[in-house]
């Protein structure tokens, strides 16, 4: 029996309705989806942390969510796992036409554009239609909505900027970002409501991304960086006056800045990535 054959037995008998188990026999789609997008999270922090061992148990735990998902949809006669596998193997190799068929490309970057030229034309063939459907296709269908709010910005520029809604070069959106600043400061200067300074700040952060798409940088990788360069930092300050028996709580804000600093220079930027 193959690796593969014993986990989709596994699955099987723990969705079993009689001898299975309680839990897995009562969930559904809805109830598994959050695990699923946790595990796929717990991927990207095992790679973050070169942990390869962990990274083999979350790859582990990431495709049972998979074959979970494969069996509900079996039960329901909708697809199985085989069909996913197909599924999968189709689409990658019509949109590998250069390994897999007769076209030519060199680069990377020709195989982006590429690649998203045949997903432009696979959503065209299905007829993709926008949530309201009065109003019509759009390019900006099916970006799934549950995607963490950063990468939904990131692929919504993408899509756009397929179509030419593009600023010419990178300078054009970092003026956008002063833009943005200085119309979140008017707002809060006038005493404006939260929704309106929140308005302003979703604003800021779209077009943060977008400067993150111009400078080929993920906006969420960044960010996973920038939160973990804070999180040594902070530790350092927190390490500093425990040494001398104290808290943050005990210490001034001066105090915990030139630790700060101090935390800055004793992790170099050879060992931590940033400044």
């Known amino acids: 029996m193959s690796a593969i054959q014993r986990l989709l037995q596994l699955?099987?008998?723990?969705?079993?309705?009689?001898?299975?188990?309680?839990?897995?026999?009562?969930?559904?789609?809805?109830?598994?989806?959050?695990?699923?997008?946790?595990?796929?999270?717990?991927?990207?922090?095992?790679?973050?942390?070169?942990?390869?061992d962990g990274l083999r148990d979350e790859l582990g735990d990431l495709l049972f969510q998979v074959v979970f998902h494969a069996q509900l949809a079996q039960e329901r006669g909708a697809f199985d796992f085989d069909g996913v596998v197909t599924a999968i193997c189709d689409k990658m190799e019509r949109r590998h036409p250069h390994v897999f068929g007769g076209e030519r490309i060199a680069t990377a970057a020709q195989q982006t554009v590429a690649w998203e030229n045949h997903?432009?034309?696979?959503?065209?063939?299905?007829?993709?239609?926008?949530?309201?459907?009065?109003?019509?296709?759009?390019?900006?269908?099916?970006?799934?909505?549950?995607?963490?709010?950063?990468?939904?910005?990131?692929?919504?520029?993408?899509r756009a900027a397929t179509v030419g809604f593009e600023w010419p070069d990178v300078s054009g959106a970092l003026d956008k970002i002063g833009e943005e600043i200085g119309e979140l400061r008017a707002e809060i200067a006038a005493g404006s409501g939260r929704n309106a300074v929140e308005q302003e700040l979703?604003?800021?952060?779209?077009?943060?991304?977008?400067?993150?798409?111009?400078?080929?940088?993920?906006?969420?990788?960044?960010?996973?960086?920038?939160?973990?360069?804070?999180?040594?930092?902070?530790?350092?300050?927190e390490q500093q006056l425990r040494a001398q028996g104290r808290s943050p709580k005990d210490a001034s804000l001066q105090e915990m800045d030139r630790l700060w600093d101090e935390a800055k220079r004793q992790f170099s930027p050879h060992s931590e990535p940033g400044s």
């Open 11 to 52: 699955m099987q008998r723990l969705r079993d309705p009689v001898s299975g188990c309680p839990w897995d026999q009562e969930q559904t789609f809805g109830t598994i989806a959050p695990y699923t997008i946790e595990e796929a999270y717990e991927v990207a922090d095992a790679i973050e942390r070169n942990d390869l």
């Open 119 to 158: 997903k432009r034309q696979e959503r065209d063939a299905k007829g993709a239609q926008a949530d309201n459907s009065a109003a019509g296709p759009s390019v900006l269908d099916n970006v799934p909505i549950a995607l963490p709010a950063l990468t939904r910005a990131n692929k919504l520029g993408k």
């Open 202 to 237: 979703g604003d800021l952060l779209f077009s943060v991304v977008n400067v993150c798409r111009y400078l080929q940088v993920e906006p969420e990788s960044a960010l996973r960086g920038t939160n973990a360069k804070f999180e040594r930092r902070f530790r350092y300050i």
